[in-house]
């Protein structure tokens, strides 16, 4: 297995521009996850999903859009970017088990930098 | 909404020392989480636990539901042992913040092992 990929690992984005981060997981999990970490910042979700066609919205969704199409897929969209939106993003994905949601499995994570 | 607080921030230490981190949070929780994140920036799921204590290797993690307070401990510390190491929740509700089904988490000590 593979686990949780994302692409790309690195991106440099004008202001203004647009662009998808993919992410896609081989372990038939349920539930996935976007997570942004800021320096000095511990990780804050931004949306999640728990299965194909349900997402929500985490603690900081404004300026990103979400799709959850399939069960492996879970592409972050950025629609306008902006500098704030500098950061690494962390995609993950779980499992429940018994009701219950189990560990999280993280992608190696995608570095944006928005001039 | 949760709040998650590590101590120490930074930690250095001399390789084969016994090493805490702690943390405690403010609302009662499902789940606790230890992660690890390596200088490359991956994130590894360490532990996930909601009572009592686990143990893997050289790694133990404890909580006290309580106290609402969680310690990793590295026994026998190595150099390859230099990481971030990341505390985080899972509430029982929406409103425990990081969203229903995400995670709040820590900022994160920043161990370093010296030879």
């Known amino acids: 297995n593979a686990g949780v990929t994302q692409t790309p690992k690195f991106r440099i984005l004008k202001i203004g521009q647009s662009m998808t981060l993919q992410c896609a997981q081989d372990m038939n999990h349920n539930y996935m996850y976007w997570y942004r970490q800021d320096p000095g910042m511990g990780l804050k979700l931004i949306y999640y999903s728990v299965g194909a066609g349900i997402t929500d919205k985490g603690e900081v969704p404004n300026g990103y859009n979400v799709s959850r199409s399939t069960t492996e897929d879970f592409p972050l969209r950025l629609e306008l970017a902006a500098p704030s939106q500098t950061s690494v993003y962390f995609c993950?994905?779980?499992?429940?088990?018994?009701?219950?949601?189990?560990?999280?499995?993280f992608g190696p994570g995608t570095r944006l930098l928005v001039l | 909404k949760n709040e998650v607080e590590q101590s120490p921030q930074n930690l250095t230490a001399q390789e084969g020392e016994f090493i805490t981190i702690n943390c405690s949070y403010s609302?009662?929780?499902?789940?606790l989480h230890w992660l690890q994140q390596h200088p490359g920036g991956g994130i590894v799921s360490l532990f996930m636990l909601s009572s009592g204590k686990k143990k893997h290797g050289r790694l133990i993690a404890t909580i006290n539901i309580q106290e609402k307070h969680s310690s990793l401990h590295i026994t026998a510390s190595h150099p390859r042992d230099s990481a971030v190491y990341i505390c985080?929740?899972?509430?029982?509700?929406?409103?425990?913040?990081?969203?229903?089904?995400?995670?709040?988490f820590g900022k994160g000590t920043h161990l370093i092992i010296q030879p």
């Open positions: 993950a994905s779980s499992y429940p088990i018994q009701g219950r949601k189990e560990t999280q499995y």
């Open positions: 985080a929740v899972r509430g029982g509700g929406s409103d425990s913040g990081g969203g229903a089904d995400g995670l709040t």
């Open positions: 609302v009662g929780i499902s789940a």
